[in-house]
């Protein structure tokens, strides 16, 4: 089993940055791709970005290219997620998970979900 606890949300407005937080716990190394999603009401969750804590591999949605930054810090099991310029349309409920899908971005590519960190961005 895996633990994933997110944290680093909140109420920004548009142009501002947050820095998202993704600490694992449990049996990690069986799951070494992390992946960040997010859902907005109404909305299909997507993935935005994963990377490969075994290697330095990324991979990201083009909507998010240019603005979103994974890194991971393996000493502390925590996977990051920077947004810069965030902009209304960003607002979601952001979550992380892992699985074992190299540079998936799909949702059923993973199986162990954290509870989500909530962004909100106001113009």
């Known amino acids: 089993q895996v633990q994933l606890v997110e944290s680093g949300g909140g109420s920004v407005q548009a142009g501002g940055s947050l820095r998202l937080s993704c600490t694992a716990s449990?049996?990690?190394?069986?799951?070494?791709?992390r992946g960040w999603f997010r859902q907005a009401p109404g909305k299909e969750r997507e993935g935005v970005a994963s990377?490969?804590?075994?290697?330095?591999?990324?991979n990201y949605a083009d909507s998010v290219k240019g603005r979103f930054t994974i890194s991971k810090d393996n000493a502390k099991n925590t996977v990051y997620l920077q947004i810069d310029n965030l902009k209304p349309e960003d607002t979601a409920m952001y979550y992380c998970?892992?699985?074992?899908?190299?540079?998936?971005?799909?949702?059923?590519?993973?199986?162990?979900w954290g509870q989500g960190t909530q962004v909100t961005v106001s113009s």
């Open positions: 449990g049996l990690t190394y069986t799951v070494p791709i």
């Open positions: 998970a892992a699985g074992n899908q190299g540079r998936s971005l799909f949702v059923g590519d993973y199986k162990y």
């Open positions: 990377i490969n804590t075994g290697a330095l591999t990324t």
